[in-house]
């Protein structure tokens, strides 16, 4: 069983650097052929995939978001990392790690249970 755990600050200031972690445990991150999915879900809104890396370590963004976006993983802890840029309000969300991808929740099979994270001075 794929378990998968976010963590985070909780509360960031506008124009800061997000930085969320996600430990894996019960499969290994380098698996072939598994992606490895950052989602969201802003307050009254859906889901919205954010970028994935893969087994490989190739990494895919969502267009809207990849000036802003880095992931990147530390094999050797079972993690991946999500780095969001310049943040503002808007992206005070829920975010979820997830297993599937690559550039879809469709084959979304393991999800975190998500952080809320929160944007405001």
């Known amino acids: 069983q794929v378990q998968l755990q976010e963590s985070g600050p909780g509360l960031v200031k506008p124009s800061q650097t997000l930085s969320l972690t996600c430990t894996v445990s019960?499969?290994?991150?380098?698996?072939?052929?598994?992606?490895w999915s950052w989602i969201r879900q802003p307050p009254g809104k859906g889901l919205e995939w954010m970028g994935a890396?893969?087994?490989?370590?190739?990494?895919y963004y969502s267009p809207s978001l990849k000036s802003r976006t880095s992931i990147s993983r530390d094999t050797s802890k079972n993690q991946f990392t999500l780095q969001l840029t310049s943040v503002t309000p808007e992206d005070t969300a829920v975010y979820y790690c997830?297993?599937?991808?690559?550039?879809?929740?469709?084959?979304?099979?393991?999800w975190g249970q998500g952080t809320q994270l929160t944007v405001s001075s």
């Open positions: 019960g499969g290994s991150i380098t698996t072939n052929v598994y992606y």
């Open positions: 890396i893969a087994y490989s370590g190739s990494t």
């Open positions: 997830a297993r599937g991808g690559p550039t879809t929740i469709a084959t979304i099979d393991y």
